[in-house]
């Protein structure tokens, strides 16, 4: 009895020792984790829960206003308008190929004007809306397109960046239009890349286009106009490729590493804050057993400044909203947006090693 | 490292590299008159009253009613952000009635939850049968095999895969010619003539 006794108490003391000793090492990984934070000021957070009549598990990027948060509803086949504190105020369109019909509405942004541009996927064109959501106009915007952006100065232009993976020919085409619709250039037709995914891109004050491959190791920056203005690796240790040749049989190769690669890193977005580019990281990892979102920070001469920040969901465009897509508490869905902001005077003066210095 | 040493291994990492790229080429057509490969997987969504399909344990599609009369085309598809496999719906929903009942229709998908399924199904008017693969396994294996969806699956009445198409993007003609090769492919089944015979198409090579 006295040897249990003993036993018992040994093993109590061991187990104590080990969690505090897992404590501590915690701790002591998680105070050198970057987090959002540490970087970024957060401005304002809203909170909007999904229900049974209005879920919220299926919107792109939402738009954020000083009045109200606008979402496309992507499976639902129209647009939301909230107000700041979650209720639901307007909501547009409904299936279908009509005027005032929605298809898989992937994404909107707000111009200068105030007017509100729905990516209409389905119907491969861009619908006007006001605040309130009354429809004003359509643009033809030919192909599944992924991103809208404006341009700016004047006239008014828009930047319609697509093609989606899903659609042949895969590659990037980037499409600039009037705001009343016309196309005015096409450029940046990648048709030999990496074709297994969809692109990224951001605009810059200046009217510099950003292109990613969501696989991809380079960005692209092209000026307003189409002409390659440079090019910079993303190669943070953040990141976790595997390579897919370029060329007539990339498809083939990407299979292959796909079938070899059960982790790997998916560029989710991509955006500029305070003269940078942040670079959205999703971990694809079935184990879901390390963080799902990391963040980059490059400066646009493509120098990394500081990589692996830990953030609870995307950090888009749009003034730099971080957003949350979280299915918990309820089945249907609620998101978490919150502003921020970079902070610059925070970032490490140099640049940081990349994964091939790390080498 | 001596000069022999470096091309002997050279020739070694090119024996390896041919031979997994033959093995992915080759896994696609591998799968034309094999069983349509499933584990068990979870249907619990029931709203268009699934009650013909079971998928068995060993590995082989078996339809209850026991009557073997019956061909399947089965159509596994995504319903996230793409719309390719949207634009084909109203062709999956005319299908069931283009074969005179000898084959039916069944769609395949997985994803998040089966509230976001329904609430999608509900939205995009899909009318043919649709079973829920909770667990992901069913198309990530089909994925794995260099099957991306959306794409339909044709399982003759033994239980045995005669043809594997991608999406035709709502497009009528290529819709059409699918209608007419199963039914070519099924009828020359019907007619005795091998399988090995019958031209088969795969519209989604890689």
């Known amino acids: 009895m006295q040897q249990a006794n003993l036993l018992f108490r040994q093993a109590t003391r061991a187990v104590l020792f080990s969690a505090l000793a897992a404590g501590v090492a915690g701790a002591q990984a998680s105070k050198n984790v970057p987090v959002l934070s ?9 909170h909007f829960l999904g229900t049974a009549t209005v879920p919220l598990f299926s919107v792109a990027d939402p738009v954020l206003t000083k009045t109200n948060a606008y979402f496309a509803d992507y499976l639902g086949h129209r647009v939301l308008a909230f107000d700041r504190h979650g209720k639901l105020i307007h909501s547009y369109g409904a299936r279908g190929s009509g005027t005032t019909n929605l298809q898989l509405p992937y994404g909107m942004l707000q111009t200068r004007g105030g007017e509100l541009i729905v990516n209409d996927r389905g119907n491969q064109r861009l619908q006007v809306l006001d605040t309130a959501l009354s429809f004003k106009r359509t643009i033809a ?6 991103q809208i952006h404006v341009l700016s100065g004047a006239p008014s232009r828009l930047v319609v960046q697509g093609v989606t993976a899903c659609q042949q020919p895969m590659g990037c085409v980037i499409t600039t239009l009037s705001e009343s619709g016309g196309a005015l250039q096409v450029f940046g037709a990648i048709p030999n890349d990496i074709v297994q995914f969809t692109w990224r891109s951001a605009v810059n004050p ?7 491959n969501m696989i991809g190791s380079h ?11 440079r090019t910079f690796d993303l190669k943070s240790p953040s990141m976790i490729h595997f390579r897919s040749e370029p060329g007539p049989d990339s498809n083939s190769s990407f299979l292959l590493q796909r079938l070899k690669t059960e982790r790997f890193t998916k560029i989710q977005r991509i955006s500029y804050d305070a003269g940078h580019i942040l670079v959205q990281l999703e971990i694809v990892n079935p184990r879901h057993d390390e963080p799902r979102f990391l963040l980059d920070i490059y400066d646009e001469n493509g120098c990394l400044r500081v990589s692996g920040i830990r953030s609870d969901g995307l950090v888009t465009r749009n003034g730099a909203i971080e957003y949350l897509i979280s299915r918990n508490p309820n089945a249907f869905g609620s998101i978490v947006t919150r502003q921020i902001h970079l902070l610059v005077e925070r970032l490490p003066p140099t640049c940081a090693k990349t994964a091939d210095d790390s080498k | 490292m001596s000069s022999f040493r470096r091309s002997f291994l050279a020739i070694l990492l090119g024996f390896v590299a041919w031979g997994a790229l033959s093995g992915l080429r080759r896994s696609l057509p591998a799968l034309i008159g094999r069983p349509l490969i ?4 979870d249907w619990r969504l029931n709203k268009h009253k699934l009650t013909f399909l ?8 078996t339809v209850p009613d026991g009557d073997g009369q019956h061909s399947y085309i089965f159509i596994f598809f995504n319903y996230g952000d793409c719309y390719a496999g949207q634009a084909d719906f109203p062709f999956w929903n005319q299908l069931p009635s283009k074969f005179d009942g000898t084959v039916k229709i069944i769609g395949i998908t997985s994803g998040a939850s089966p509230e976001k ?22 198309i990530s294996e089909l994925y794995f095999r260099g099957v991306r969806t959306p794409a339909r699956i044709l399982v003759d009445r033994t239980g045995a895969i005669r043809s594997i198409d991608g ?32 031209q088969i198409s795969i519209a989604q090579e890689f």
């Open chain 1, 141 to 146: 915007a030919t192909g599944q397109n992924e």
């Open chain 2, 167 to 198: 999406a035709d993007y709502g497009q009528d003609s290529s819709q059409t010619a699918y209608i007419e090769r199963v039914k070519r492919v099924l009828g020359a089944l019907e007619s005795g003539r091998k399988a090995s015979g019958v």
């Open chain 2, 54 to 61: 079971q998928l068995g344990s060993n590995s082989t599609v």
């Open chain 2, 117 to 138: 399924l329904r609430y999608f199904l509900d939205k995009a008017d899909v009318r043919i049968p649709i079973l829920y693969d909770s667990t992901d396994q069913v």
């Open chain 1, 219 to 229: 960005a692209t920056i092209y000026a307003d106009g189409g002409r390659i203005l």
């Open chain 2, 38 to 41: 499933s584990r068990e997987f």
């Open chain 1, 206 to 212: 200046s009217n510099e286009l950003l292109v990613v």
């Open chain 1, 38 to 46: 540490d970087y970024f000021a957060i401005l304002d957070t809203l």
